[in-house]
Every structure is written in structure tokens, then in C-alpha cells.
């Protein structure tokens, strides 16, 4: 059982069988202001959510939109694991990596954070249009006064990835990115334990491997990487093709305290 209520953050309750999941709200922007609590989450995935965790996430935080990032070999085969776990609640997938990638490829296992760091450049660079897509569906979220979630496997690199480039379009501090980025070491060996449960996420070269716990370089390292090759958070986000009306959105989100 998780609980946040210790982080400095709002706290998100405690859920049973969700281990890496946590509230945006309280990232702080240079100016003083925040993000609200209760409005954007990130998660692991949502398999292991017991009727407990349904109640909060549906009925007290009012999440009604689901976004998944992972492949569709990993969200049932089919892509469509969201839907029959919470059929009354939308939910979209947009799969930052190509399908029959997961579990074939070799990924760094994070001992090297620069090594990591360039993996995620290149992760970004084959799911540029997932993470658009993902960007305008928080916006519109936002625009409609909903709750989103967006979560992949573990909630770490994918969901990591998305968190820091979101988190830099609102101008949210750099230490607050990666002080989010490296919650995730607080669960991730409970996360770890049930991924290797799924043969998807095993292979013979991580049989007897673990992996190492995210250090702070991965996530500056990537988005000085990321900024050094578009010129900006923004300049990537317009290249890419995100719309101006999101970009107007995601910028207003942080409001005063």
C-alpha cells in the first residue's frame, strides 16, 4: 500500500494495487505558482487497481480520462486493457514505442544515467506523435475541466519522459522535475517485481538483472539534450505539431498560490 501523505505535495490517498502513482499538482514554477492539485496524475499501470483504488481514483480524485502509453502487446494484447478494465471511464492509447519493441530490445538499465538519458532522446524521437498526442489531451482535458491520468508500465521512463517534457512547457522548476523523476525510486523495486511476473518484460539478457535506480543526470541530461536540438521546450513542441491552443493551455495551467 502506497502513501504520499509525508511528500511535500497534496496527497493522492493510499491505493493497494497501483504502486507508482502520484498527483502533478504542487510543481512549482520559478514565479510561485503551481500546478493544482487533483487535475493531472501519473501512474504504472492500472491491472493491478483493486476495488479499493477504483473508488479513489474514480470517485474521490474524478479521473475520467485514462491516457496509456504503452504498446498494444502490453495493454492486452489488443491495446484496448484500459477499456475493459474501466469500461465507463475514456480512455486513449498513444504508444510512444514501436510495436514488437518491448521486452526484444535491449534498454539501459540505468547504471549509465548519460546512457539513459540519450535513450530517452531516442525514444522521444520515434514516439514524437504519441507524445503530441498526448500533450493536446492533457490540454483539452484541461480546457473541459477533467482529470487525466496518464501512466505506462512501470510509470518510469515512458511516463517520465511525457512528465518532463509537459512539466517544461508549463515552466515548471528544473529541480522540481527531477526531484518528480526520481519519486519513482520509492516504489519502483515493488513495480519491478511485478513486471517480471509478465513475459513480455523478460528476456534472457535481463533475466538476472536488475534494474538500477533512476539518478537525477537521466532526466537533466535529457532535457538539455532535447533543448540543445530544438532550440527550446517549445520550439520542439511547435516542430513537432502541437497545436498553438494547447501550448496556450498547458502554459496558463500553473496558477498562483
Known amino acids: ?7 511535500s505535495r497534496p496527497s493522492v490517498e493510499e491505493f493497494e494495487g497501483i504502486d507508482n502513482i502520484r498527483d502533478l499538482g504542487g510543481m512549482a514554477a520559478p514565479s510561485g505558482s503551481f500546478i493544482p492539485a487533483g487535475r493531472i496524475f501519473r501512474s504504472d499501470a492500472l491491472v493491478g487497481a483493486t476495488e479499493h483504488d477504483r473508488d479513489l481514483l474514480f470517485g474521490k480524485l474524478k479521473v475520467d480520462l485514462i491516457i496509456d502509453l504503452r504498446t498494444a502487446a502490453e495493454a492486452g494484447g489488443d491495446g484496448l486493457e484500459d477499456r475493459r478494465l474501466f469500461p465507463n471511464v475514456d480512455s486513449v492509447r498513444f504508444s510512444i514505442v514501436p510495436e514488437g519493441r518491448v521486452g ?21 524521437s520515434n514516439g514524437e506523435a504519441a507524445v503530441k498526442s498526448t500533450l493536446e489531451a492533457i490540454a483539452d482535458a484541461f480546457d473541459s475541466d477533467r482529470v487525466v491520468l496518464y501512466h505506462c508500465a512501470a510509470g518510469r521512463d515512458r511516463t517520465g519522459v511525457v512528465t518532463a517534457i509537459l512539466a517544461s512547457l508549463m515552466g515548471i522548476r528544473r529541480q522540481e522535475i527531477v526531484y518528480d523523476f526520481l519519486m519513482t525510486n520509492m516504489s519502483y523495486e515493488r513495480v519491478e517485481a511485478k513486471l517480471r ?7 534472457p539478457e535481463t533475466a538476472d ?5 533512476l539518478k537525477p543526470e537521466s532526466i537533466r ?3 538539455d539534450l532535447l533543448r540543445a536540438e530544438n532550440g527550446g521546450y517549445e520550439q520542439w513542441a511547435e516542430r513537432v505539431g502541437v497545436s498553438s491552443r494547447a501550448l496556450h493551455t498547458l502554459r496558463g495551467i500553473p496558477t498562483d498560490a
Not at 540505468?110 to 531516442?122: F, I, M, P, S
Request: glycine share 2%; aromatic share 12%; net charge negative.
Open 1 to 7: 500500500m502506497v502513501n504520499f501523505a509525508e511528500n
Open 209 to 213: 538483472r536488475r534494474t538500477a535506480l
Open 197 to 203: 511476473t509478465n513475459p513480455i518484460y523478460r528476456s
Open 221 to 223: 541530461d535529457f532535457l
Open 104 to 124: 526484444r530490445e535491449p534498454f539501459p538499465d540505468g547504471t549509465d544515467a548519460v546512457a539513459l538519458a540519450h535513450e530517452y532522446l531516442r525514444m522521444l
